[in-house]
């Protein structure tokens, strides 16, 4: 018999300036509880209205960590790695890795990227990318829902992403009073974020709006679970995430995750010795097309 989830607590993160400049809105829908949100460490809703050619972003480093990003709006990153609307890229930093995010031209862009955390005997894992285009999601088209899953797998669905820990990663569309059932495992922690329109989800119907954050109520046993998620009057789409809690202790400082306070400053010095390699320059078994 599969557990039927419901949303357990609901949140409306702040709107706030960015720190790319003029027209930079960031929100911060994960980052102040990672007891309550493993494996998720942070995830940041970034618009940017960008209306001058004055470079915004750069390469930085990072180590101990994979970001998930999914582009729904504009384009971002290096020749080597260039991101497009609706194109999904997984980065394992492991030992330590420079990648480079420069905005130089107006444009019109919005990026979720998630900090996802890598178990303790990964942490250290050689750096890899793994790009998946829009034109190789999985699409699955039924009664007024369209789901495209970028990770994990998801009603029928499987995304070629290969994974350390165990992670779903949706987008659902949904026409106005269109119905889903989303098959999830029981012992994912889980949250929805509504990216237009408003939606009821859950056993007990709990109503979402734009720009809201839904997390599911969590359980310690592995098994089956459903989650009911209901467009309202108008059309409405989320983003869905669902990992794998690793039950691990995390510090984090800057650009880096570690297993305690005194890795951090050894990572600091591979970094200013040049000893973290770029992403675009690690070799081409580490750069993985989907």
């Given at each position: ?31 102040a509880?990672f007891?309550?949100?493993?494996p998720f ?15 915004s ?21 290096d ?20 990648h ?9 862009l ?14 250290t894992?050689t ?6 285009p ?13 789901i ?10 499987t ?23 989303l ?70 400082h ?28 690690v ?8």
């Amino acid at each position: 018999m599969k557990t039927e989830r419901k949303i357990i607590r609901t949140e409306t993160p702040e709107a706030r300036p960015g720190f790319l400049g003029a027209g930079h809105i960031a929100r911060q829908l994960v980052g102040a509880d990672f007891e309550a949100s493993d494996p998720f460490i942070f995830l940041m809703d970034d618009v940017l209205d960008k209306k001058d050619t004055t470079p915004s972003g750069g390469a930085h480093p990072h180590a101990g960590f994979e970001t998930v990003s999914l582009l729904l709006e504009g384009e971002i990153g290096d020749e080597a790695h260039k991101m497009h609307s609706g194109d999904f890229q997984l980065m394992t930093t492991g030992s330590g890795v420079v990648h480079t995010e420069t905005i130089d031209r107006p444009m019109q862009l919005r990026l979720l990227q998630l900090w996802l955390n890598l178990p303790r005997k990964y942490r250290t894992a050689t750096p890899r990318v793994q790009d998946l285009p829009l034109k190789h999601v999985p699409v699955l088209d039924e009664k007024g829902v369209q789901i495209r899953l970028y990770s994990g797998a998801l009603n029928g669905l499987t995304a070629p992403v290969h994974h350390y820990v165990p992670l779903i990663v949706a987008d659902v569309s949904l026409e106005a009073g269109a119905t889903t059932v989303l098959d999830l495992p029981a012992q994912y922690n889980t949250f929805l974020y509504i990216l237009e329109g408003g939606v009821t989800a859950g056993a007990d119907e709990q109503p979402l709006r734009k720009e809201q954050v839904g997390w599911l109520d969590l359980f310690e046993e592995a098994g089956p679970s459903t989650l009911k998620v209901v467009a309202k009057e108008e059309k409405a789409r989320l983003v869905l995430y669902a990992g794998l809690p690793q039950h691990e202790e995390i510090v984090v400082h800057g650009p880096f995750i570690a297993d305690s306070a005194d890795a951090i400053p050894e990572l600091y010095r591979q970094y200013r010795a040049g000893r973290m390699p770029h992403i675009a320059t690690v070799p081409a078994a580490q750069r993985i097309l989907l």
